[in-house]
């Protein structure tokens, strides 16, 4: 009678044993997917500007994940994909000086003006994340033409019907992984 017992007992501690690896695999692999790199710059960054850390980790993994050398077909250059007009604007209203599009590359200084510029579109929109984000990503010229113009909500409740796709995703995909991080580091 002992026998069944203890040998059903082994596998309920095998399966337990297994099951605990695989959580334990889950997070790790979430945590290598959505790594906190750079992190004292954008402790230090985010802080400063009154922003989410976690919510600047959403935004450079889905800007350049996590690579400072990406340039995209806009040209906008490292972590947070800044274009070189607005790294300067920002580095005006924060005492930088930008020499060139080269300094871009150093994430201290891509973070810092990304963090300036996203809280100033987050003051923008009245604290809205979508919508800052969506002017982020597509400038504010075109999302207050499309609260204008009644495409979107000045709330930004439905910000499904942004009309650039590329923005509509993008919005999406930075609210997705924002939560992820929650998830991660928030415990």
Do not use: H
């Not at 077909?73 to 604007?89: F, R, V, Y």
């Amino acid at each position: 009678m002992t026998r069944p017992f203890k040998k059903g007992l082994k596998y309920g501690i095998v399966l337990i044993l297994i099951i605990g690896l695989l959580l334990v695999t889950k997070e790790v692999a979430l945590r290598i997917t959505y790594p906190k790199k750079y992190e004292e710059y954008v402790d230090k960054y985010a802080t400063e500007n009154e922003l989410d850390p976690l919510l600047i980790y959403a935004v450079i993994k889905a800007e350049s994940n996590f690579n400072p050398n990406v340039v995209s077909s806009s040209k906008a250059i490292g972590l947070m994909q800044l274009l070189e007009a607005t790294a300067k604007e920002q580095a005006e209203k924060v005492g930088e000086t930008i020499q060139s599009a080269a300094d871009l590359y150093d994430p201290e200084t891509n973070i810092k003006l990304g963090c300036a510029y996203f809280a100033e579109l987050l003051q923008l929109y009245n604290g809205n994340l979508a919508l800052a984000m969506a002017a982020y990503n597509a400038g504010f010229g075109n999302v207050n033409s499309w609260i204008q113009d009644g495409i979107i909500q000045e709330d930004g409740s439905d910000v499904e019907n942004i009309p650039y796709k590329e923005t509509n995703a993008y919005v999406r995909k930075i609210i997705r992984d924002y939560e992820v991080y929650q998830n991660l580091y928030q415990k």
